[in-house]
């Protein structure tokens, strides 16, 4: 049954305090990446995607998504667990030595929604178009997703598969990058400026669209409806995703220090108070 955009709400405010609570918990991990995507990938499990009932690493006869910044992995398992990948309790594990939540997502100790290990960045891209090219073989209708650091794009492998996607008309691949300006060493623009990434992925043949607002859980809803509407015409579709590293937590906001950071116990405190909900389920 389709959820509400109240439910969908109460959902990211849930994740955000997941979020805050795995990193806190291991005083490491990466919350700013996470807590500004949190909308979209709820909005993606719970609404975009069409799923099917349980896990398998093939993927056939259902929508797949790729986390190519492996980096904002909280984000992802508290998105995954939440949408019954695996027990929510499991959380609690995140970081620890033999856990199945490792700081980036690993597929060694087979969590059930990870396909691919992801933390060398520049490499999702590859993935994700081998992935479409495989569906078009196995004659499967459904898309493949992937997401994807705005820094990240520094990455050279990203403009080789880019430019080969739009080249051999993957055209059932929606790749969103989040776009919040910021990296672990400050502001995308000064560590090495790109010009408009709109530009260049309109240069290398892809259809692109942009959502003003991704964290407003109804543009992002409408936004990935037009970006799927888009596919199956003969080109790759690029979603330029407008993030706030650190949303939802005023302090972590407007600056890239949180990029890597763990909340101390006051710090953690006064973020879940900014994240309150009635009916709560934390883990």
């Not at 929508?63 to 949408?83: K, M, T």
């Amino acid at each position: 049954m389709a959820k509400t955009t109240q439910q969908l709400n109460n959902m990211v405010t849930q994740v955000r305090r997941d979020i805050l609570r795995m990193v806190h918990a291991v005083n490491s991990g990466h919350p700013g990446g996470s807590l500004g995507c949190a909308e979209f990938l709820v909005a993606l499990y719970q609404d975009i995607m069409d799923r099917k009932e349980g896990f398998d690493m093939d993927g056939r006869d259902e929508d797949i998504f790729f986390l190519s910044n492996g980096h904002i992995s909280p984000v992802f398992y508290s998105v995954l667990a939440r949408s019954g990948y695996f027990p929510i309790s499991e959380l609690a594990t995140f970081r620890h030595i033999n856990s199945r939540l490792q700081g980036h997502p690993t597929t060694h100790e087979g969590l059930p929604g990870v396909r691919i290990a992801s933390g060398s960045l520049g490499q999702g891209m590859s993935v994700a178009i081998g992935a479409a090219l495989a569906k078009k073989l196995n004659n499967d209708s459904h898309l493949v997703y992937s997401l994807h650091g705005d820094g990240e794009l520094q990455e050279g492998q990203n403009w080789e598969a880019i430019m080969y996607a739009s080249a051999y008309k993957v055209d059932n691949l929606i790749s969103t990058i989040d776009l919040n300006g910021k990296q672990i060493d400050g502001p995308t623009d000064e560590v090495l400026p790109m010009g408009s990434i709109r530009a260049k992925f309109e240069a290398f043949g892809w259809d692109v669209l942009e959502i003003a607002n991704g964290n407003d859980i109804d543009q992002v809803l409408s936004g990935m409806a037009d970006a799927k509407s888009r596919s199956g015409k003969g080109k790759p579709v690029c979603v330029l995703l407008h993030t706030e590293m650190g949303n939802g937590v005023d302090y972590m906001m407007h600056t890239h220090a949180w990029h890597g950071k763990a909340p101390n116990d006051d710090q953690l405190e006064l973020a879940m108070l900014q994240n309150k909900l009635e009916e709560l389920s934390d883990y």
